[in-house]
């Protein structure tokens, strides 16, 4: 086959045919069963930032992203199967300069016929919003929004994970669990408001104090925990001085100095332990290391 356009130009239908293709507002391609570009209409072209004439003979493979590549010929290999089908599959294509959009690409299968050899023709969609929207809601399942840390949710998952990383590599894993002191009365005295702003606040300096490594979570109300991956004691012991060295300075919320400490419980795990029921053990190994760090403080 030349070229669909050596179809959709002959006149009468054909040719209202390949006026539609040139003016889809969507990507619109013919392509060689093997993916080879034989015409492409303008918004394709206007989609990758590219002339049509540059784009014709691209194999759309190259135009994929490396990392998508594998599922896209995995794609091409099930239509070769199902020819009768309508095939979809997401993945992101290459921008002139090396940035990608996302897309998706609706593909079907058109026999031989005519002289025609087989071909395939593809509608092509700018997802990159959707993704967009997908990837916020994502977060938000799985971060607090006061704060920005993960949550509950996702602290427990990282947590998991850690656990089985220490178990393979033979590391260690601490949690540390921790409880404001004296939240309620800040509430009270200040408002939920500026309690608010005393959370966020005290986040950002549990953030401060963290390796690399280390992981912050808000597990809710005046809950915060922290995970320290590849950690004995002593390294965790030592985060822990760094914060309430980071909270001798008060808050200061509008002018008014905020007074802030904190209740903490260390939970540890050694390299190499069983992880079956890691997670519930060392959270309540921490939670009532740190209640216990609490009634000290109030004695």
Known sequence: MSRSGDVTRRGGPHASLHAAFQHAPMGMAVTTVDGVLLEVNPALGRLLRR?????????????????????????????????????????????????????????????????????????????????????????????????????????RDRLQHALDRGH??????????????????????????????????????LTAALRASDTAARLGGDEFAVICERSAPYDAEALVARLHTLLVEPFDLDGSPVVVRCSIGLGHVDGGTDTSAGVATLIGDADRRMYADKRRSRD
């Open 168 to 205: 393979r590599e033979g590391t260690e894993t601490c949690v540390l669990m921790i409880d404001l002191d004296g939240f309620k009365a800040i509430n009270d005295r200040y408002g939920h408001p500026v309690g608010d702003r005393v959370l966020a606040a005290f986040a950002g300096r």
């Open 51 to 155: 002339t049509p004439d540059a784009l014709t003979g691209t194999s759309l493979f190259d135009l994929t992203h490396p990392d998508d590549r594998d599922g896209a010929h995995r794609s091409c290999a099930a239509l070769r199967v199902h020819r009768s089908s309508l095939w979809r599959h997401e993945c992101r294509f290459l921008r002139t300069g090396g940035e990608h959009v996302a897309v998706q690409v609706a593909t079907s299968w058109v026999d031989a016929d005519g002289g025609q050899p087989a071909h395939l023709v593809m509608v092509i969609e700018d997802i990159g919003d959707r993704k967009a929207v997908e990837a916020g809601l994502r977060h938000q399942a799985v971060h607090d929004p006061l704060t920005g840390l993960p949550n509950r949710v996702l602290f």
